[in-house]
């Protein structure tokens, strides 16, 4: 099992440790005894499973939560093969190492912390079901049937054929609603898995969700950061990829990888029938009522929800142009006239710029406080040692990447993204003194923990600056502080009496939780069976609690029987969307797939 190769280690060498203790967690596991499987994790630990033990994402806390865990697993796991993938190190008394595993079921790869006490995190991941690997490397598609074949079609003809009967002649097992990246990862996913699925999206064609946004979108995301499954973007990609470039790539990236995928299809309703667990999901089809009887449903509409459109008083009334920042048609019919932009976080201050560069008189309402952090020193600073061109120089795979990021709890993450805030805020000192000069309310998180763990505690009130920020410090978008009271036929009027005279207003004012959506196709009683989507329970702005440890009901069973969320940004899209898949496809095969620790509901949206 875990022996070191050539002459033995050293007794105190990182690799002898990391072999040791997983000998003897791999003895206990097969003895089946739990006490002492649980007694080599310290008193203050976490087991981050996905799927692989539990059925689940769960993360458990100390040595009973891995005592409950192994409890209720253990037996239908059969853990086995523990073993180290590369030489582990050390630094600051942790040793770390990475793993492979198998489990009755299935492969999968781990990381391990462990310090003198024991393990301090442990993760462990599900990478593939056995018998359902995917077809790649030695495994590919031959691509054609050699020999004669009598009437023979050829690969685009089955395609066509798939076409015009999946849906119809046939039910796809799995239907996706939400065709962004998000929807199309997973499709992606489930095609190489196997299982029949298929993708549906109201735009015209795969990448209108970013095609149709204002101009001057783009994404603030590394390209290291940001690749697809299987196909990552090339190595002449752009660092920060404009909308339509993204678009094009989305369109390209369903057709390449033969995702299914319906364009001009909205779904009017879903229902869920208990008795024979299938779902009635109700499409217009460009104009054509189908109706499509899956097992399991998946909404994948972006990791918000329905745009927060507010009800101010005097909306009926303003005569100028009104609309949510996901409907800006961007700055070129405004040029000369006053704009008045209802939010401060990115989409705010993205519009706010490109307004300002085609000539429009902004103003920018912040109804409370915002973190920002420059571009660049959270490329280098918050990102550059996983996702960066450094870091692919020193063998760091977007794989790898991914699973560091996975690795360390939620519970604790926050104790490793304080330190590198605290960097940023000492390189950019003088930026932070002029943005808060000029009156704009700043924050770095309710303790300190910047950009990221708001983006997972809450999705919101962060903005990543390209620009518009300077333009916020030397004033050339104007900055006014308060709550928006009503508007009159040509003003937007603040709490204060403060008069914004407005041709435009764009309320950039976020998004709901997810399960908007099921309310509004399914019904509010399903939406509040499976409660809010997103967020840890941190206790913190806009996350109340209690503690959940993982995300709310994301690529997980959630409480309602065959549904599912699916989404984030496009790391996560990219990385969740093989749990969630693996999920699916498991129900699709038969495999028992009981779950550990299913999400309790404690807030309804």
């Known amino acids: ?82 073993r ?21 079921t299935g492969r999968g790869k781990g990381h391990l912390r462990l310090t003198d006490e024991g393990a301090w995190t442990f993760l462990t991941s599900l990478r593939e079901l056995k018998g359902f690997e995917e077809p790649q490397r030695e495994r590919r598609p031959k691509g054609v049937r050699h020999g004669i074949v009598r009437g023979r079609r050829s690969w685009a ?57 204002y101009q001057s979108l783009c994404l603030h995301d590394p390209v290291w950061y940001d690749h697809l499954p299987y196909l990552p973007f090339p190595e002449n990609w752009p660092v920060f990829a404009p909308k339509d470039k993204i678009a094009d790539w989305l369109e390209m990236y369903t057709r390449v990888m033969d995702v299914p995928y319906w364009t001009r299809s ?3 309703s879903a229902s869920y029938d208990e008795r024979t667990g299938r779902w009635t999901v109700t499409v217009d089809r460009d104009g054509d009522t189908v109706v499509l ?61 490109a307004l300002w560069e085609h000539g429009a008189d902004v103003t920018m309402v912040q109804r409370s406080s915002t973190h920002v952090v420059k571009s660049d020193s959270l490329m280098e600073i918050g990102l550059g040692d996983l996702y960066s061109e450094r870091a692919v120089a020193a063998g760091m795979s977007t794989d790898k990447a991914d699973m560091v990021f996975a690795s360390l709890p939620y519970r604790i993450m926050h104790e490793f993204q304080i330190p590198v805030y605290e960097k940023i805020k000492q390189r950019d000192a003088d930026f932070y003194e002029r943005l808060e ?31 518009a920020s300077e333009l916020v410090a030397d004033g050339k978008i104007k900055l006014v502080q308060g709550q928006v009271d009503h508007l009159t036929r040509d003003a937007v009027v603040l709490a204060d009496g403060t008069e914004l005279t407005a041709e435009l207003v764009v309320y950039a004012t976020g998004y709901g939780s997810m399960n908007g959506w099921v309310a509004d196709l399914a019904g509010q009683e399903m939406a509040d069976r499976v409660g809010k989507v997103w967020g840890l329970g941190s206790g913190t702005t806009k996350d109340p609690g209690p503690w959940e440890g993982e995300q709310r009901n994301m690529w997980k069973p959630t409480q309602q029987p065959g549904l599912w969320f699916h989404g984030g940004n496009l790391h996560q899209s990219r990385h969740y969307s093989l749990y969630l898949a693996l999920q699916l496809k498991a129900r699709y095969e038969g495999i028992p797939t009981p779950v550990y620790g299913l999400q309790e509901v404690h807030h309804l949206s």
Request: proline share 5%; glycine share 12%.
């Open 1 to 82: 099992m875990t022996q070191t190769i050539g002459r033995e280690a050293p007794a105190r060498s990182p690799q002898a440790r990391v072999d040791a203790w997983l000998a003897r967690f791999e003895a206990a596991l097969a003895a089946r005894d739990v006490a002492a499987a649980a007694g080599m994790f310290a008193v203050d630990s976490f087991w981050r499973d996905l799927v692989a033990f539990t059925w689940n994402i769960k993360t458990v806390e100390g040595r009973e939560g891995v005592a409950g865990l192994l409890s209720a697993c253990l037996e239908g796991t059969d853990p086995s093969g523990f």
């Open 437 to 467: 000069r000029a009156g704009f309310r700043h924050d770095w998180g309710d303790d300190g923990s910047g950009l990221f763990m708001k983006y997972l505690r809450r999705g919101s009130g962060y903005y990543i600056d390209v620009g």
């Open 266 to 268: 909205e779904v009017r």
């Open 157 to 213: 003809e089955e395609r066509e054929l798939e076409k015009q009967e999946l849906g119809y002649e046939r039910q796809p097992y799995v239907v996706v609603i939400g065709g962004g990246q998000g929807g199309i990862a997973l499709g992606a996913r489930l095609r190489q898995l196997g299982v029949p699925a298929l993708v549906l999206d109201r735009h015209d064609r795969p990448g209108d969700q970013w095609r149709k946004r």
């Open 84 to 104: 180290t993938t590369e030489t582990p190190t050390e630094a600051d008394g942790v040793t770390e190492a990475w793993l492979k595993f198998e489990t009755a």
């Open 293 to 353: 009887t899956p097992e399991q449903l998946v909404f994948a509409t972006g990791m918000s929800g329905k745009p927060n459109i507010p009800a101010f008083p005097g909306m009926d009334v303003f005569e100028g142009d009104q609309h949510h920042s996901s409907q800006h048609p961007g700055p070129d019919a405004y040029a000369g006239r006053k704009a008045v932009v209802i939010g401060s976080n990115n989409s705010a201050h993205d519009i706010c710029a």
